[in-house]
């Protein structure tokens, strides 16, 4: 069951009452999420700053934030994993996850095997820091806490020289709850499946899409919003957080048509749009204790 648990106030404060069952998730902009479990804390996806603004100041289109974090890096609780889809800046930022591992000492980093070098060049971490996942493994990251990695495809499925797919999508299992997180994906054959095997009761699916004109300009894109809903009303997942829009005006999805999409929808499955201020609280079976 998901419960929408509108908050006054910053997510700092709010991130002070952690939940007692179940998993509580935070949007915090883009692709990134914070979950509680209560026990655990994980960020999935991250960006909390404004590098890419300065990386394009003089070419390219503007990466100005459309939005401003709903959190500050330092304002952070203790985290204990933040797993990265991809190598992408806006999904793994040496400007959020070197600060972060500099002020949590028991803090790992979860990435796909085919970006280990390039995460410690560009975070300055040590090996030791990081955990490498790939595609149809699965690992127990702590007591209480599974992750399973699956392909995905950004514009098209991607492997480096050692046959390790560069883009990934992660499914938690976290106190009896499961929580799909795809990465930046397009659809691709054989995804439906992969997808329903996982058994996911959330799913968290970019919606921004793509275009000849943003391949053209060297971005990769998304899901449409049509295509997002169809992978999780195949795979029977009860929920999905419709994500990546809102950061980049070059690169988004007008939140109204989000809306309009949750409204007119009969399915079993449940859209909604990734919003900040929002707790999005998932209870598991009989209420599963973190």
């Not at 797993?83 to 500099?102: K, S, V």
């Not at 399973?148 to 883009?167: I, K, N, P």
Request: proline share 7%.
């Amino acid at each position: 069951m998901l419960e929408v648990l509108p908050f006054a106030g910053p997510l700092v404060g709010r991130l002070a009452n952690r939940p007692e069952a179940g998993l509580s998730l935070y949007w915090l902009g883009q692709a990134g999420f914070l979950l509680d479990s209560g026990r655990h804390r994980l960020l999935i996806d991250p960006y909390l700053s404004n590098s890419l603004a300065e990386k394009y100041r003089d070419r390219g289109p503007s990466h100005e934030r459309m939005m401003p974090p709903p959190i500050e890096i330092d304002e952070l609780p203790p985290l204990d994993f933040i797993l990265c889809t991809h190598h992408h800046t806006d999904h793994l930022d040496a400007a959020t996850l070197a600060p972060l591992a500099r002020r949590f000492a028991q803090l790992r980093l979860v990435v796909p095997k085919a970006s280990l070098i390039l995460a410690q060049d560009r975070t300055g971490l040590g090996p030791e820091r990081f955990i490498g996942m790939d595609a149809g493994e699965t690992l127990v990251l702590d007591q209480g806490i599974e992750v399973s990695a699956v392909r995905a495809a950004h514009e098209e499925l991607q492997r480096d020289e050692q046959g390790r797919h560069l883009f990934l999508g992660y499914a938690l299992g976290v106190n009896g709850i499961r929580v799909f997180h795809s990465g930046d994906t397009i659809p691709f054959a054989g995804q439906i499946e992969e997808v329903r095997a996982l058994a996911a009761d959330l799913a968290l699916l970019p919606v921004n899409g793509r275009s000849p004109a943003l391949a053209a300009a060297g971005i990769a894109g998304n899901f449409t919003l049509e295509e997002a809903v169809e992978l999780a009303s195949a795979c029977g997942i009860p929920a999905m957080l419709a994500h990546h829009y809102g950061l980049f005006a070059f690169n988004t999805l007008a939140p109204e048509r989000i809306d309009a999409k949750a409204m007119a929808m009969a399915g079993p499955t449940r859209l909604l749009r990734a919003r900040t201020g929002i707790e999005y609280r998932l209870i598991g079976p009989a209420g599963t204790a973190g």
